[in-house]
């Protein structure tokens, strides 16, 4: 166990249905382990379903509060876990583009992996940044006006004055995880 994130809140949302497992659970549980404070928001709040692969159903996870209850300025960072279905219903979830919108605003660290990018076009924010992603996602972000998109483990982009972190897939989680850490370690 670390401290390096003692003080830190971190905000991590989902839908209820459709997330990629590990790119949930891990990062719960990486994060809580460097020491911060981590809620799980839902589009609905109460259990939602991870699956493997976006077909395999796996674990049901009780999320914390439900997306509309939660507000940019009590968090420091937020995370936008994968899941084709989770970030395709989170694109459309008016409370989950304010968040990601705020945060941005706010020029605060957000980070998306695999199908999680998604959402930032909906939201508004993906102009000029440079990221990665689940290699099908990349055409959208392209054409959403993504200043560029790289086939790397884990992308920084500060560009705009907020830090976008972004990885492809669940095997990119461990360097995920510790590009968080060290953001909002700051």
């Known amino acids: 166990m670390s401290s390096q994130l ?25 994060l809580r382990g460097y020491g911060a404070t981590v809620t799980h928001a839902s ?17 049901t996870v009780e999320s914390d509060v439900q997306l ?19 970030a395709d219903t989170l694109r459309q979830d008016a409370a989950a583009l304010r968040l ?19 959402t930032l ?13 689940y290699k099908s996602v990349r055409i959208d972000l392209e054409n ?5 998109w790289v086939d790397t483990e884990v992308k920084q982009c500060q560009a705009n004055g907020w830090t976008l972190i972004t990885s492809r897939t669940p095997d ?9 850490a060290q953001a909002v370690a700051g």
């Open 6 to 30: 003692n003080g830190k809140k971190i905000l991590v949302i989902t839908s209820n249905t459709g997330i990629e497992r590990d790119e949930l659970l891990k990062p719960l549980e990486a």
């Open 43 to 59: 589009s609905k709040g109460g259990s939602t379903q991870t699956f493997v692969g976006d077909t395999e159903k796996d674990k």
């Open 68 to 86: 509309s209850d939660v507000a940019s300025s009590d968090f420091d960072a937020l995370v936008i876990p994968g899941g084709t279905v989770n």
């Open 100 to 118: 990601i919108k705020d945060f941005a605003q706010a020029g605060k660290t957000i980070a998306a992996i695999c199908h999680g990018p998604w």
């Open 121 to 133: 076009i909906d939201a508004g924010v993906i102009k000029g940044k440079t990221l990665t992603s």
């Open 144 to 148: 959403a006006g993504a200043a560029g």
């Open 172 to 180: 990119d989680l461990p360097a995920f995880n510790e590009a968080i």
